[in-house]
């Protein structure tokens, strides 16, 4: 590696292109395949047993920039797997994927805003009020409460779901995270799953 590939590769630290990101996601899917490998499916009664609980892992030498974890049930049930790696710099910036046993998600984090896609499609763009505006519209497609123990989800002005932010003394206690309010659609299931991912991520690594 010459100098001036040196200098660009610095550069693409802290402020990353697309090929960037897409060869960095690539690397995060490589080092989440035993992971997955393991998720169980969700039906509506693993739903209500989302927990965010981190199944801790045996500790190698080889070091890696790329943070990963198995988050499970509270019948310690591998249910979400996700890989996190962060970009230089004073400000929120960096990428993570995260996956159910059939959802895939795609997380950039920026200071003002974080873009979410599920299965490879751009769903919208949340701000740091938990409100994710739809696309490039602009429109309010979902929103969580940021106060409180238990913050209701709301998708297209719908309450769907309510989490549980109640702390607890021990990290030993498997805590049930996912309240379910009404029999949910497929597009709300997402946005709850995406909401559930984005909490588990922001608790371990931002």
Known sequence: MNILEMVFDAIAEYQPGKSKINRDL????????????????????????????????????????????LITTIFEEPA??????????????????????????????????????????LVGFINSQLQISKGKSKRLLAAMETTGQMRSISVEGREVASFNFEEHDSDKVKKRIVNYIKTINPIERDIVLAYYALHIITKYEL
Do not use: H
């Not at 004073?90 to 996956?99: E, F, K």
């Open 26 to 69: 690539n690397a995060i899917d490589a080092e989440l395949v035993d992971y997955k490998r393991l998720l169980v499916d969700l039906s509506d009664k693993e739903l209500g047993e989302l927990s965010d609980w981190r199944q801790q892992e045996k500790r190698f030498k080889r070091r890696s920039p790329i943070k990963k974890a």
């Open 80 to 121: 979400l797997c996700y890989g996190y790696k962060n970009y230089k710099g004073q400000r929120t910036n960096g990428v993570a994927l995260a996956y159910t046993r059939n959802r895939e998600f795609i997380f950039r984090f920026k200071e003002r805003q974080t873009s979410l896609f599920v299965n490879r499609q």
